[in-house]
């Protein structure tokens, strides 16, 4: 019996690509294989900081954190979708930078940002200034409309209250972006490094140890009027700054799952036991293959996320449908990793625990495979 | 073949031919029909199929691109993807004579004599003479190469004796493409291979139905004991089969070929089982409120989109740097156990009415879901089963080592 998805690919966004897309993949795909080889990821595993500056600074040079940013502001002026196939080369390397949070700060910015602090802003993340973004909360919700922080009006300005959690990079931040809540009512919020005081960081032990994370109580923390973004685009900022995560993510964790999957291919072609190479036997070779599948449907999931980005109604369930499957894919293909590598995937020196773990860090943030499958359930029936 | 047609000549066929299948497409003919040519069990399904086909052939929507010369319209292949895309619109039969007019017919168009064109290709498309193809032997299923059936070269005939199976319509067709043995010298097990365009009329041809898995028939074992054929039905040389065998497949897989139209397999459309699940219910409330049906339905329709999105994007050769070949060679065994998946999740949506089955007067579509997944296990065993796809693409695709 054949099949045809019939009308239900008429719902759903097709699939294209840019010829910039095409260029930055390429040129990523060589430089995060030179400047991210697993030695260097397993050095910084153990560096404070977390991350190269020098790769940084050439990440700069690179003009990748303007990609998304208008011309207007410093940026190059292109889109979401050409900064997928870079993240994807990131994580397919375990290259941990503030890239992501720096292009998604940006993203929150000039969707609920006024014109002078676009001004003020934009120009300073792409010149390689890091801005983060502190969203989540110790209830531990994905649902980002979950706000108890909250800003009160004190003298000109306001005063901030409560905790928030995974605030990647913050210690380097020259600029977090909260959500609290003003009168009751979501809003973004710009903090300075300089008004944070050093105690109110936490370093956290994160199950990913490429990655840096800290937790910011901010209790006490004045900002000035001026940091408020607009009030009547905050909420909606809010669900563009988690789809943007979830497509980065999705993109980092297709690169990882891809790792994850070469890695155990190539102990599988070594190894031998009872005189044979163990990818000779079935048991091992076919669920690798299984993965690979897994793989590649997240892939075109992911790609066709990055293409409909910010269309209305198509872009969000794409979105949603790359960050489920790759959360599915990456986590069965990380599992098996470990399991296939027998004794040795089970110590911290082999690479299948830092798929493993960094599967299991994109699982928890911005949503795992089943809470976007549930919010594509409201989407589509 | 005619020069490439104009947008309003396209669009006068498309019209005369929207108006022809609209009325002569045949409604419900009171008996079931089959959902592809390989389950072909009755007497009065072969017959309205055949006349089916025929009603197709003489309007014109049929090989309307095949040359006139032979029995074809003579006309530019669009005008025939017109006529098939009209009869898959209005959800004709299917097309019966599918070895004939899908593979063995390009081949003889492709690589056959004079004679052979002549004497064959009219009678594939009218009906008059339906085919079957004997690859598949009991004890070669995976390994199509090591075929055993011998042939005999004997003055002005060759002699056959083995057996063939799994032969769809193998009880009803006229002639048989024919894999068989010719000699075992040679470097290897394809250079004794020899290829013949069979009657299955021939004495010493003996056909025994097999039952299916959905209780019904459409394939057969062929026994040939010292069946004589004329030495004619030799297509090119001894020794040329396993290289003509192949060329069949790559029609089978619908590779550049100009192809007679027609569909002849029943396509399940992704929508209809979530309209069967929006029909269904569960505990008095609509099965889809039910959180874990939900949640089933969305991953599967990830998944349809997930095979759509590969279907594209197997055709962006920037898309796909890394392992060119992955997507397609990936995509039979993603697809087919997808529906096997899809078509028996489908089953959960009936409660008891799950126990039904086809022509029960109860049964929920009359069967056609639980049919369907019994069906789809030919596509995961035939065309090389599952297991053997996961071979091919660890050892193809990815370069493990090949199992000995």
């Known amino acids: 019996m054949a099949f045809s998805e019939g009308n239900l690919a008429d719902h759903l966004g097709g699939l294209g690509y840019s010829e910039e897309q095409i260029e930055l993949m390429d040129v990523a795909t060589s430089f995060c294989r030179d400047k991210s080889p697993i030695d260097k990821v397993r050095k910084l595993i153990n560096d404070e900081h977390g991350y190269d500056p020098g790769v940084w600074q050439e990440i700069v040079d690179l003009g990748w954190l303007g990609i998304a940013v208008p011309e207007a502001h410093g940026g190059v002026g292109l889109s979401m979708a050409e900064v997928a196939p870079i993240a994807e080369q990131m994580g397919r390397r375990l290259l941990a930078t503030p890239f992501a949070t720096c292009t998604i700060a940006a993203q929150a910015l000039l969707a609920a940002g006024d014109e002078a602090q676009c001004a003020e802003w934009l120009p300073r993340i792409v010149a390689g200034e890091v801005a983060t973004l502190a969203l989540t909360e110790p209830h531990g919700d994905w649902n980002l409309g979950h706000v108890e922080a909250s800003a009160k009006a004190q003298g000109e300005g306001y005063v901030l209250s409560g905790t928030k959690q995974f605030v990647v990079y913050a210690q380097h931040a020259a600029l977090v972006i909260a959500s609290v809540t003003v009168d009751g009512a979501l809003r973004l919020a710009l903090i300075e490094r300089s008004a944070i005081p050093d105690g109110a960081l936490r370093r956290e032990i994160i199950i990913d140890e490429t990655k840096r994370s800290y937790e910011l109580t901010l209790d006490g923390i004045t900002i000035p009027a001026s940091a408020l973004l607009d009030a009547g685009r905050s909420g909606s900022a809010l669900g563009q700054i988690e789809l943007a995560n979830a497509l980065l993510q999705a993109a980092e964790m297709c690169g990882g799952t891809q790792s994850a999957i070469d890695y155990t291919i190539e102990y599988l072609k070594t190894r031998k036991q009872f005189g044979k190479l163990i990818g000779e036997y079935q048991a091992l070779k076919h669920p690798i293959t299984n993965a690979y599948v897994a793989y590649e449907k997240a892939r075109s999931h992911m790609l066709s996320a990055a293409h409909n980005f910010g269309q209305q109604g198509v872009g969000e369930i794409a979105v949603r449908m790359a960050k489920a499957s790759a959360d599915k894919a990456y986590s069965f293909a990380a599992d098996r990793a470990v399991q296939f590598h027998g004794g040795f995937g089970f110590t911290h020196d082999c690479d299948a625990g830092l798929y493993r773990r960094s599967a299991i860090w994109h699982a928890s943030q911005y949503g795992d495979a089943a809470w976007h499958r549930s919010k594509l359930a409201d989407l589509l029936f | 073949m005619s020069s490439r047609p104009t947008p309003a000549e396209l669009a006068e066929y498309e019209a005369q031919a929207d ?386």
């Open chain 2, 19 to 404: 108006a022809w299948f609209r009325e002569n497409t045949p409604k419900d003919p009171g008996f079931m029909l089959p959902l592809t040519f390989m389950e072909v069990s009755t007497d009065q399904q072969f017959e309205f199929l055949c006349a089916w086909q025929r009603k197709v052939y003489e309007a014109g929507y049929l090989g309307a691109s095949w040359p006139s010369e032979y029995g074809g319209g003579g006309l530019h292949p669009d005008f025939q993807r017109i006529a098939t895309k009209l009869m898959k619109k209005y959800d004709g039969p299917i097309m019966l004579n599918a070895i004939g007019i899908g593979w063995a017919g390009p081949l003889i168009l492709d690589i056959g004599s004079e004679e052979e064109k002549q004497k064959y290709i009219k009678g594939m498309l009218n009906a008059e003479d339906i085919w079957c193809q004997g690859f598949s032997e009991p004890e070669n299923g995976s390994d199509l190469g090591n075929a055993q059936l011998k042939a005999v070269r004997d003055g002005e005939e060759y002699v056959l004796n083995g057996s063939k199976i799994w032969t769809s319509l193998g009880d009803r067709a006229k002639y048989m493409i024919l894999l068989a043995r010719t000699s075992n010298e040679g470097p290897n097990k394809y250079a004794g291979l020899s290829f013949f365009l069979a009657p299955m009329d021939a004495p010493g041809v003996e056909t025994r139905r097999i039952k299916k898995l959905t209780g019904e028939y459409g394939f057969v074992q062929c026994f040939f004991t010292d069946a004589r054929i004329p030495a004619e039905c030799l297509m090119g040389n001894e020794g040329d089969g396993w290289k003509i065998a192949m060329k069949t497949l790559e029609y089978e897989r619908g590779a550049k070929v100009n192809l007679a139209g027609g569909y002849f397999l029943k396509e399940l459309d992704a929508m209809g089982v979530v309209e069967l699940a929006r029909e269904s219910q569960r505990g008095g409330k609509p099965l889809l409120d039910d959180p874990v049906m939900k949640d089933r339905m969305v991953d599967f329709m990830m998944d349809i989109q997930a095979l759509n999105l590969n279907n594209q994007r197997r055709r962006m050769g920037p898309l796909v740097q890394d392992r060119p070949m992955g997507l397609a060679l990936m995509n039979k065994l993603a697809r087919t156990e997808m529906i096997r998946e899809l078509t028996e999740f489908s089953l959960s949506f009936q409660g008891t009415r799950g126990g039904y089955y086809v022509d029960d007067p109860c049964a929920v579509d009359n069967g056609y879901w639980h049919r369907s997944y019994l069906n789809s296990f030919s596509a995961t065993i035939g065309g090389g089963t599952s297991e053997i796809q996961r071979n091919i693409v660890a050892e193809h695709v990815l370069g493990l080592p090949k199992g000995r």
